[in-house]
Nanobody, 127 residues
Framework: QVQLVESGGGLVQAGGSLRLSCAAS????????MAWFRQAPGKEREFVVT????????NYADSVKGRFTISRDNAKNTVYLQMSSLKPEDTAVYYC????????????????????WGPGTQVTVSS
């Protein structure tokens, strides 16, 4: 199995940028499709973006499309989330998830599809 640890969260003003990282250890990182989700207080975990094992396929939630970019470096066992033009409604704990399922597809936007999770990193956007 794979272990995941997110980093890079923090406090930023609206309109600012942050880059989150999710470092993986354990099994071969390129065996896993990866995703970012977020969870605000009192709300369910919300899909942000997912990417294929190679990084060539991506699917973004409408709420972040054009502002967030996912990338992965399989040589560094890391997936990134570049967040720009941040809004107060982006405030949440951000989690990376992984699945080794051969059935993964870009429309896998449900958290239950992903088997492994990191502890999360807090992102707070002030107005």
């Amino acid at each position: 199995q794979v272990q995941l640890v997110e980093s890079g969260g923090g406090l930023v003003q609206a309109g600012g940028s942050l880059r989150l990282s999710c470092a993986a250890s354990g099994r071969t990182f390129s065996d896993y499709a990866m995703a970012w989700f977020r969870q605000a207080p009192g709300k369910e975990r919300e899909f942000v973006v997912t990417t294929s094992r190679s990084g060539s396929l991506r699917n973004y939630a409408d709420s972040v499309k054009g502002r967030f970019t996912i990338s992965r470096d399989n040589a560094k066992n890391t997936v990134y989330l570049q967040m720009s033009s941040l809004k107060p409604e982006d405030t949440a704990v951000y989690y990376c998830g992984a699945t080794s399922s051969a059935s993964w597809a870009v429309y896998w936007t449900r958290a239950s599809r992903y088997d492994y999770w990191g502890p999360g990193t807090q992102v707070t956007v002030s107005s």
